[in-house]
């Protein structure tokens, strides 16, 4: 093993750590308490270091975002997975979906709210965010032809529904038949 090898491995452990950092910082206390110098301060190292590793807040988001995006697939893919039918596993994916949404508000935020520059949509987008719009096109396919527009009209309804419920401007209590109304959309159009 090389020296090389190991400089890389530190590397990545010092972005890792700083990742970390802010997703506990913004957990905790919101995004606007995450600023290079108290992550700085956090993991003990120099606010150059930091810029070394990240050109600014903006691209360490970004890569709280890109973990993100990877831990939502990963339950988008385990709610379709323990799904018994089509049907079910639209449902059981929209679910999942609203909880990673409540359970991780800061990440989500990033993901879904804060600047950063990921992009979607376009031949150059990550693979970590291909997955999470593929586990959704995964369960929408089977119910139409033209999966793309709906499988971003399902994560458009999602989305949606997440943030009016997060920020309180929608009923409670009303998550479960907001889902139902969304699938049936989807597995019967044009059959009110």
């Known amino acids: 093993?090389?020296?090389?090898?190991?400089?890389?491995?530190?590397?990545?452990?010092?972005?890792?750590?700083?990742?970390?950092?802010?997703?506990v910082i913004a957990e905790r206390e919101?995004?606007?308490?995450?600023?290079?110098?108290?992550?700085a301060g956090e993991i003990e190292y120099s606010q150059p270091v930091l810029y070394s590793h990240f050109k600014n807040r903006d691209a360490i988001v970004a890569a709280v975002a890109v973990?993100?995006?990877?831990?939502?697939?990963a339950a988008l893919r385990e709610a379709a997975s323990e799904?018994?039918?089509?049907?079910n596993a639209l449902k059981n994916v929209a679910i999942a979906y609203l909880a990673f949404a409540f359970s991780c508000p800061a990440l989500y935020e990033a993901m879904f709210v804060l600047p950063t520059d990921l992009r979607f949509a376009e031949a150059g987008t990550r693979p970590e965010l291909?997955?999470?719009?593929?586990?959704?096109?995964?369960?929408?396919?089977?119910?139409?032809?033209?999966?793309?527009?709906?499988?971003?009209?399902?994560?458009?309804a999602?989305?949606?529904?997440?943030?009016?419920?997060?920020?309180g401007r929608i009923r409670a209590g009303m998550r479960s038949e907001r889902i139902a109304l969304v699938v049936r959309a989807i597995?019967?159009?044009?059959?009110?």
């Open 130 to 156: 291909r997955a999470g719009f593929e586990a959704l096109a995964a369960v929408v396919t089977p119910f139409c032809v033209n999966a793309a527009d709906v499988t971003e009209t399902f994560w458009a």
């Open 1 to 23: 093993m090389g020296i090389a090898e190991r400089k890389g491995r530190e590397r990545a452990a010092r972005e890792h750590r700083i990742v970390a950092a802010a997703r």
């Open 83 to 87: 799904s018994k039918g089509r049907r």
């Open 67 to 73: 973990e993100g995006f990877k831990e939502l697939a």
């Open 158 to 167: 999602l989305h949606g529904l997440a943030e009016l419920e997060r920020s």
């Open 30 to 39: 919101g995004w606007d308490a995450v600023t290079i110098r108290r992550l």
């Open 187 to 192: 597995v019967a159009p044009g059959k009110g």
